[in-house]
C-alpha cells in the first residue's frame, strides 16, 4: 500500500468499510428529514473515504443521491449502472473533475487504477446515510440485470 495512504487511514482514523475501502463518518445532521419512502433520516451525512489500487468500491446501491469530492490522490474512476442499464464512468481528480453525483437508486462501483495509487474523497449523502439504505450488489443479481456490462460486473463484485 501507498505509505502516503497508510498515513492518512492513521491520521484521519479510518475503518474497513463493508464496501472495500476505508472511511470515518465526519458529520451527521442533526436536522431530520422524511423521504419519499416515509423514513426519517438526517439531513445530510458526510465521510471521508480512501480506496487503494488494490481495494475497490464494489457495485452497490443507496436510496439517497450520493456527492463525490475529490481531495487528494490519483484519479479516481466512479462507475455508475442507472436503473434503465445505461453505464457511465466519471474520472475524478483527473482535469479539472472533482465533484460528481450519483443518483439514488444507481449500483456504483469506484475504483483507483494507478498501480500502489490510492485516493481520498469525501461522500456527501443527502438524505443521510444509513447502513438500512445500502445494498451490496451481488454479481449474480447485477449480471441477471444487466448482462451486457457483465465484464465490467465481474471485475468490480465481490
Same mark, same amino acid.
Given at each position: 500500500?501507498?505509505?502516503? =495512504? @497508510? *498515513?492518512?487511514?492513521?491520521?484521519? *482514523?479510518? @475503518?474497513?468499510?463493508?464496501?472495500?475501502? /476505508?472511511?470515518?463518518?465526519?458529520?451527521? +445532521?442533526? $436536522?431530520?428529514?422524511?423521504? @419519499?419512502?416515509?423514513?426519517?433520516? +438526517?439531513?445530510?451525512?458526510?465521510? %471521508?473515504? #480512501?480506496?487503494?489500487?488494490?481495494?475497490?468500491?464494489?457495485?452497490?446501491?443507496?436510496?439517497?443521491?450520493?456527492? /463525490?469530492?475529490? %481531495?487528494?490522490? $490519483?484519479?479516481? =474512476?466512479?462507475?455508475?449502472? +442507472?436503473?434503465?442499464?445505461?453505464?457511465?464512468?466519471?474520472? #475524478?481528480?483527473?482535469?479539472?473533475?472533482? @465533484?460528481?453525483?450519483?443518483?439514488?437508486?444507481?449500483?456504483?462501483?469506484?475504483?483507483?487504477?494507478?498501480?500502489?495509487?490510492?485516493?481520498?474523497?469525501?461522500?456527501?449523502?443527502?438524505?443521510?446515510?444509513?447502513?438500512?439504505?445500502?445494498?451490496?450488489?451481488?454479481? +449474480?443479481? #447485477?449480471?441477471?440485470? %444487466?448482462?451486457?456490462?457483465?465484464? #465490467?460486473?465481474?471485475? %468490480?463484485?465481490?
Amino acid at each position: 500500500m501507498h505509505p502516503e =495512504a @497508510q *498515513r492518512l487511514i492513521a491520521a484521519l *482514523r479510518l @475503518q474497513p468499510h463493508p464496501e472495500g475501502g /476505508w472511511y470515518r463518518e465526519t458529520y451527521r +445532521s442533526a $436536522d431530520r428529514v422524511t423521504t @419519499q419512502h416515509g423514513t426519517v433520516r +438526517s439531513a445530510t451525512t458526510a465521510i %471521508y473515504f #480512501l480506496l487503494t489500487s488494490a481495494a475497490f468500491s464494489t457495485f452497490h446501491r443507496l436510496s439517497s443521491d450520493e456527492t /463525490w469530492h475529490f %481531495y487528494r490522490g $490519483d484519479p479516481i =474512476a466512479v462507475e455508475i449502472i +442507472s436503473p434503465s442499464g445505461a453505464h457511465t464512468r466519471r474520472i #475524478l481528480g483527473s482535469g479539472d473533475d472533482f @465533484q460528481t453525483t450519483i443518483p439514488a437508486g444507481a449500483h456504483f462501483a469506484a475504483h483507483v487504477d494507478a498501480p500502489d495509487g490510492y485516493a481520498l474523497v469525501g461522500c456527501d449523502v443527502a438524505p443521510g446515510f444509513e447502513f438500512a439504505d445500502f445494498a451490496l450488489t451481488t454479481r +449474480s443479481m #447485477l449480471t441477471a440485470a %444487466y448482462p451486457q456490462h457483465g465484464p #465490467l460486473i465481474a471485475r %468490480y463484485t465481490r
